[in-house]
């Protein structure tokens, strides 16, 4: 699996943060509530968790961003079900404040960039602009990938 590839090329202690939304959990733009009956993506979840059994120096994360409060419960209770191996500690949703005029790219950048770390940070992401932002600002040398790199 070319994810597996990879991240064996990485030495070190490993952060991997992953978002949700497109991810690892279908995102259906005319209903982005109701976490209880949002469809896993079974392959890329299964990619995972084989991950966090076989590598011991790579830490999974979430990076996830809900635009209400009530999401953070859904998103929660979405991940016991579907990827409990990431514990509560390791989930990052944050709320994006109605009328701020942050993007979730701004967000997500200045969260990864704003992380005080000697470990490798990856971030895995569907949007191209939170890809995009990181790549011409990344202070923290994160190793960027498209969310296919986990369809393989």
Known sequence: MFIENELKRLTGNVRVYLDMDGTI???DVNNPDNYDIKRPLI???NKIKYLIKTYDNITFYILSIGNKDVHI??????LDMYLPLIPKENRVILIRNIGSQLSSATIKKNYINNLNTDDTIVLIDD?????????KDNSNNAILYK???LSD
């Open 25 to 27: 959990v279908h995102y």
């Open 127 to 135: 949007d191209p602009r939170v890809l995009g932002a990181l790549a």
């Open 73 to 78: 419960d859904q998103k929660n209770k979405w």
């Open 43 to 45: 392959d890329r979840i």
């Open 147 to 149: 969310d296919s790199i």
